[in-house]
């Protein structure tokens, strides 16, 4: 006897939803750059995107899910970069600054990525633990640990010295960015100043 056959759509392939999830993330992305998240609605996203409200649903749980998607985009292609700079030929104190530079470059040639990223409307401490929790972008700036280490020679850069990297390279991006009509100096420059501090030599 053969068998019935199902009614209704046949599942989407992965690919296929992956595809429209990035597509309706840079929709809401210029959204949200342009009236912050909490002007937009999942309706009005959902318009915007072509899809029914049902179907946004089934991507993305809610704006802040949408917005988690976002930011993981971002650091996703930024790591990728500099895990490229980390394996590069360069000497070890040559490859820590080039990735030190390359980092803060991301985000003050992008400032509406990092306004996105690190000061989002609408956006609560516990929205941005529950993304650092659930993703795995922490664990993806140890690579800046491993710069340290080699830099250093010790191998392995203790948990102050690369946290003081990272408190470093956002505060020079973040104050470059949010006041830019002040003249804080070429990035290279003020990194320059730092890092001999931090490396500890």
């Given at each position: 006897m053969?068998?019935?056959?199902?009614?209704g759509?046949?599942?989407?392939?992965?690919?296929?939803?992956?595809?429209?999830?990035?597509?309706?993330?840079?929709?809401?992305?210029?959204?949200?750059?342009?009236?912050?998240?909490?002007?937009?609605s999942?309706?009005?996203?959902?318009?915007?995107?072509g899809?029914?409200?049902?179907?946004?649903?089934a991507?993305?749980?809610?704006?802040?899910?949408i917005?988690?998607h976002?930011?993981?985009?971002?650091?996703?292609?930024?790591?990728d970069?500099?895990?490229?700079?980390a394996?590069?030929?360069?000497?070890?104190?040559?490859?820590?600054?080039?990735?030190?530079?390359?980092?803060?470059?991301?985000?003050?040639?992008?400032?509406?990525?990092?306004?996105?990223?690190?000061?989002?409307?609408?956006?609560?401490?516990?929205?941005?633990s529950?993304?650092?929790d659930?993703?795995?972008?922490?664990?993806?700036y140890?690579?800046?640990?491993?710069?340290?280490?080699?830099?250093t020679?010790?191998?392995?850069?203790?948990a102050?010295r690369?946290?003081?990297?990272?408190c470093a390279?956002?505060g020079?991006?973040?104050?470059?960015?949010?006041?830019?009509?002040?003249?804080?100096?070429?990035?290279?420059?003020?990194?320059?100043?730092?890092?001999?501090?931090?490396?500890g030599?």
């Amino acid at each position: 006897m053969n068998e019935m056959k199902r009614r209704g759509r046949p599942p989407r392939a992965e690919a296929d939803i992956e595809y429209e999830r990035g597509r309706v993330g840079t929709i809401a992305g210029t959204l949200f750059q342009s009236e912050g998240v909490e002007a937009i609605s999942m309706r009005r996203l959902a318009k915007e995107a072509g899809v029914t409200p049902k179907t946004l649903y089934a991507y993305f749980a809610d704006k802040r899910d949408i917005l988690q998607h976002i930011w993981a985009t971002f650091f996703v292609e930024l790591f990728d970069q500099i895990d490229q700079i980390a394996t590069s030929k360069k000497a070890p104190k040559a490859r820590l600054r080039a990735a030190c530079l390359h980092y803060l470059a991301y985000w003050i040639d992008q400032p509406d990525r990092y306004r996105m990223v690190f000061m989002s409307d609408g956006v609560s401490q516990t929205d941005v633990s529950v993304f650092l929790d659930a993703s795995p972008i922490v664990a993806r700036y140890d690579v800046f640990g491993k710069l340290l280490g080699d830099a250093t020679g010790s191998g392995k850069s203790s948990a102050a010295r690369l946290n003081a990297l990272i408190c470093a390279l956002n505060g020079i991006a973040h104050n470059k960015i949010t006041t830019s009509n002040y003249d804080w100096g070429k990035s290279e420059a003020l990194l320059d100043t730092l890092l001999p501090g931090i490396i500890g030599s």
